[in-house]
């Protein structure tokens, strides 16, 4: 009866954990959906990337990219193959990411309930379905959160390995998938270098040679094939001086010092530790998460030390090629990484439940969950409801569109145009009346080249309109202190991060 007994609970019990995971994850598609939905604008980096995927071929997009941009050949086919099948629209060029972002959710609670108790891997999903940056990046056109997914499948594959017998087949289609895997994420190969060494060193230890044969093949063919991107795609961007440059002096503070020489250098290490909670894992209360991280690290060392060291030596590896300046350890370059901060925390807030009394963990471990996931929370539901967006460009268009009378011009500044190809269809701006601003190369803004491009043309123009979008007013303020002074703003309209001007031209007097 007993016996009867316990089964029936632990059906019940199952049956509630995957109601609970099925929540979960539904709770979490609810904002990365919201927010790819939207159809915002691209902000400056992604319109960056875009425009490379609108203006070259598959073959083109293995040279180094336009506009000092950098990302894995098949996140670009990808992204180009969308664009061909959907047309050249935000949906388009965003799908890949939102896919991947996605697949984050599904993937984590694979690698979560293998390694974790039940309690610790609901948590650690609970967290992955409110981070806001694996929430961002889902409905971004960059590649990061198609890094998390990869990573994450990775550990599952590595994990998947561990309850069979190694066999050539296996290493031979693991490896296949990871030789792909790292045309599809440049960050992805710390996490398969950490997982194989952590792997073939215990197949060492153990003496077992056929699962090192069978190691050395799975991942020979993984770094056989990063090889081959390193000549073919990843080498010609790095002899672009100015990528190059501009990468060294965009990530300057991501570079970790080693040896560090100056109190500055030691500060690097204190800050990188509680930056890294805040991005990209998402919390507020950044000391208080290293608190419960690190008492997961403790547990899961304790029960599963192989699983810890495959999780924690891809930070090693990247804060090593930190260290070479060869990768940034900064903000969502790291996003890659945070699997390893929500599985952690999610083993902490068990292990503080486990304390004896247990009532007094289960009040802990529930006030460390609230703590730490209120401001997540909150986030989270704003997202559902009312995402947020870099700029609006696609407001102050569509105001200029409703305002529009017949001989008015639109001037786009290069940055700007290349977003509102992404969202031309949605306007009736007559083609002819669109005008670009030219540049001699790259985005950065040249107002002398401007002024001495148009100046000669405003007097022949009527009202002209010039949507801008920016992080601050105060970048366009020259910008638009030189408009008023060759013609008088009759429309204005300010939304988030971006504002359009009318412009008369052919007046003497200022800008009102």
């Given at each position: 009866?007993?016996?009867?007994?316990?089964?029936?609970?632990?059906?019940?019990?199952?049956?509630?954990?995957?109601?609970?995971?099925?929540?979960?994850?539904?709770?979490?598609?609810?904002?990365?959906?919201?927010?790819?939905?939207?159809?915002?604008?691209?902000?400056f980096?992604?319109?960056?990337?875009?425009?490379?995927?609108?203006?070259?071929?598959?073959?083109?997009?293995?040279?180094?990219?336009?506009f000092?941009?950098?990302?894995?050949?098949?996140?670009?086919?990808?992204?180009?193959c969308?664009?061909?099948?959907?047309?050249?629209?935000?949906?388009?060029?965003?799908?890949?990411?939102?896919?991947?972002?996605?697949?984050?959710?599904?993937?984590?609670?694979?690698?979560?309930?293998?390694?974790?108790?039940?309690?610790?891997?609901?948590?650690?999903?609970?967290?992955?379905?409110?981070s806001?940056?694996?929430?961002?990046?889902?409905?971004?056109?960059?590649?990061?959160?198609?890094?998390?997914?990869?990573?994450?499948?990775?550990?599952?594959?590595?994990?998947?390995?561990?309850?069979?017998?190694?066999?050539?087949?296996?290493?031979?289609?693991?490896?296949?998938?990871l030789?792909?895997?790292?045309?599809?994420?440049?960050?992805?190969?710390?996490?398969i270098?950490?997982?194989?060494?952590?792997?073939?060193?215990?197949?060492?230890?153990?003496?077992?040679?056929?699962?090192?044969?069978?190691?050395?093949?799975?991942?020979?063919?993984?770094?056989g094939?990063?090889?081959?991107?390193?000549?073919?795609?990843?080498?010609?961007?790095?002899?672009?001086?100015?990528?190059?440059?501009?990468?060294?002096?965009?990530?300057?503070?991501?570079?970790m010092?080693?040896?560090?020489?100056?109190?500055?250098?030691?500060?690097?290490?204190?800050?990188?530790?509680?930056?890294?909670?805040?991005?990209?894992?998402?919390?507020?209360?950044?000391?208080?998460?290293?608190?419960?991280w690190?008492?997961?690290?403790?547990?899961?060392?304790?029960?599963?030390?192989?699983?810890?060291?495959?999780?924690?030596?891809?930070?090693?590896?990247?804060?090593?090629?930190?260290?070479?300046?060869?990768?940034?350890?900064?903000?969502?370059?790291?996003?890659?990484?945070?699997?390893?901060?929500?599985?952690?925390?999610?083993?902490?807030?068990?292990?503080?439940?486990?304390?004896?009394?247990?009532?007094v963990?289960?009040?802990?471990?529930?006030?460390?969950?609230?703590?730490?996931?209120?401001q997540?929370?909150?986030?989270?539901?704003?997202m559902?409801?009312?995402?947020?967006?870099?700029?609006?460009?696609?407001?102050?268009?569509?105001?200029?569109?409703?305002?529009?009378?017949?001989?008015?011009?639109?001037?786009?500044?290069?940055?700007?145009?290349?977003?509102?190809?992404?969202?031309?269809?949605?306007?009736?701006?007559?083609?002819?009346?669109?005008?670009?601003?030219?540049?001699?190369?790259?985005?950065e803004?040249?107002?002398?080249?401007?002024?001495?491009?148009?100046?000669?043309?405003?007097?022949?123009?009527?009202?002209?309109?010039?949507?801008?979008?920016?992080?601050?007013?105060?970048?366009?303020?020259?910008?638009?202190?030189?408009?008023?002074?060759?013609?008088?703003?009759?429309?204005?309209?300010?939304a988030?991060?971006?504002t359009?001007?009318?412009?008369?031209?052919?007046?003497?007097?200022?800008?009102?």
């Amino acid at each position: 009866m007993n016996d009867l007994n316990n089964e029936s609970d632990g059906d019940g019990r199952w049956r509630f954990q995957g109601l609970a995971v099925f929540l979960l994850i539904g709770f979490g598609l609810l904002p990365r959906l919201a927010y790819y939905l939207t159809g915002r604008a691209l902000w400056f980096d992604e319109a960056a990337l875009c425009i490379n995927i609108l203006e070259r071929t598959f073959g083109g997009l293995l040279e180094p990219l336009a506009f000092k941009q950098v990302a894995p050949p098949l996140y670009l086919w990808s992204m180009k193959c969308c664009t061909l099948v959907f047309g050249a629209n935000v949906y388009a060029v965003r799908l890949p990411s939102l896919v991947g972002g996605c697949m984050a959710l599904i993937l984590f609670w694979w690698v979560a309930r293998r390694v974790l108790s039940g309690r610790g891997a609901l948590v650690a999903l609970y967290f992955v379905a409110l981070s806001q940056h694996l929430i961002n990046y889902a409905g971004e056109a960059k590649p990061y959160a198609t890094d998390v997914a990869l990573a994450l499948a990775v550990l599952w594959m590595a994990l998947r390995w561990e309850e069979k017998a190694p066999a050539w087949q296996r290493a031979l289609r693991y490896g296949g998938a990871l030789g792909l895997f790292v045309w599809y994420s440049f960050p992805v190969v710390f996490v398969i270098a950490g997982v194989g060494l952590a792997r073939i060193f215990l197949a060492l230890w153990q003496r077992d040679k056929r699962a090192i044969l069978c190691l050395g093949l799975l991942y020979g063919l993984a770094a056989g094939s990063f090889l081959i991107e390193y000549f073919v795609a990843i080498a010609p961007s790095r002899g672009d001086e100015a990528t190059m440059a501009y990468m060294q002096f965009y990530w300057r503070h991501g570079f970790m010092p080693f040896p560090p020489t100056s109190h500055w250098d030691i500060r690097w290490y204190r800050d990188r530790v509680f930056m890294f909670f805040d991005m990209p894992g998402g919390f507020t209360l950044t000391g208080f998460a290293l608190f419960v991280w690190g008492a997961g690290l403790i547990g899961l060392m304790a029960r599963r030390f192989r699983f810890a060291a495959m999780i924690l030596l891809p930070m090693v590896l990247c804060l090593a090629a930190s260290s070479l300046k060869l990768y940034p350890f900064h903000g969502r370059m790291t996003l890659f990484l945070a699997p390893v901060i929500f599985l952690l925390v999610g083993e902490g807030v068990a292990r503080l439940c486990s304390i004896k009394p247990h009532r007094v963990g289960q009040a802990i471990a529930l006030l460390a969950l609230v703590l730490l996931s209120t401001q997540p929370l909150v986030r989270a539901l704003r997202m559902t409801v009312a995402p947020t967006r870099h700029h609006e460009l696609e407001r102050v268009l569509e105001y200029a569109s409703e305002h529009w009378e017949e001989g008015d011009r639109l001037y786009l500044r290069q940055g700007d145009y290349i977003s509102y190809r992404f969202l031309e269809g949605r306007y009736d701006f007559p083609e002819d009346a669109v005008l670009v601003e030219q540049r001699k190369a790259g985005l950065e803004t040249d107002e002398a080249d401007f002024r001495d491009e148009i100046t000669p043309q405003f007097a022949a123009w009527g009202r002209v309109w010039f949507p801008m979008s920016y992080d601050n007013e105060g970048a366009v303020s020259e910008y638009v202190g030189f408009l008023g002074e060759h013609g008088t703003t009759v429309e204005r309209f300010v939304a988030r991060g971006a504002t359009v001007y009318g412009v008369e031209f052919g007046h003497e007097n200022g800008a009102e």
